[in-house]
């Protein structure tokens, strides 16, 4: 299997399920990574990095090697994504006017496609909440969003048992930058949304998105500051 080291670099380029530091801890921001990965790509989502999940690891990665070799790119197909692989990941990003993040997201799959957009990475079918509501609000259609973060959506709806609305969902990179947000936010790589509660307070929502927080399920949660508003904040990104 593969080593701890060479599971952050492909969790990392493959979707950004992991935005850690590359040192080979198995950190609970890996095991999260794990588990959302898992819950993606049909695997048994018990955030423990056995043969099946390696077997998947290793697929993608090769599957995106593959892609690039298509375009020109002179690659082995290893599944290991290492520095040749992120450095003709970035260079086919520049010459396609694609943020040049060396992260294989949906828009960057979709230009290797030849055009034809590959899905975002997440085959849980919200009950409150349609796709398009987790979708960059700058136009450009870019929608990352992973089942963790669309869970915790309908379970916050759920709870509160009045219509939401997911006020931001996923961003591009350059949407965030002109919304303010943090470079690197988990709004960029899916795995978070803000989100206000009709009828609910603000700090309500707090409250209750801290109890899921409490429970592992998500990584931090914040609210009630003048850029907020009414809005709650809630991601499931990595923790070191």
Request: with cysteine; glycine share 14%.
């Amino acid at each position: 299997m593969l080593n701890i080291s060479w599971r952050e670099r492909n969790l990392r380029i493959h979707c950004a399920y992991y935005m850690g530091r590359i040192d080979g801890i198995e950190g609970n921001g890996l095991k999260r990574a794990y588990l959302n990965f898992q819950r993606d790509n049909g695997l048994n989502a018990d955030g423990i990095y056995g043969p099946a999940t390696d077997t998947k690891l290793v697929q993608v990665i090769k599957n995106l090697q593959r892609l690039l070799c298509n375009k020109g790119y002179k690659l082995s197909i290893d599944g290991l994504a290492g520095d040749g692989t992120v450095q003709a990941l970035k260079s086919f990003q520049s010459k396609n006017g694609l943020p040049v993040d060396g992260i294989a997201g949906m828009q960057t799959y979709a230009k290797l496609n030849g055009g034809t957009p590959t899905p975002a990475p997440s085959p849980y079918k919200c009950k409150y909440f349609k796709d398009s509501e987790f979708t960059c609000q700058c136009g450009c259609g870019l929608n990352l969003q992973k089942s963790g973060i669309k869970q915790i959506a309908d379970q916050i709806r759920e709870h509160f048992g009045r219509p939401a609305i997911i006020t931001s969902g996923t961003r591009c990179v350059k949407h965030n930058r002109e919304v303010g947000g943090v470079a690197g936010s988990y709004h960029t790589t899916g795995n978070a949304i803000d989100i206000v509660v009709s009828g609910v307070s603000g700090s309500q929502v707090l409250a209750y998105c801290k109890t899921i927080v409490a429970s592992g399920k998500a990584r931090y949660t914040y609210g009630g500051t003048s850029q907020m508003g009414n809005a709650t904040h809630i991601d499931t990104g990595g923790l070191e």
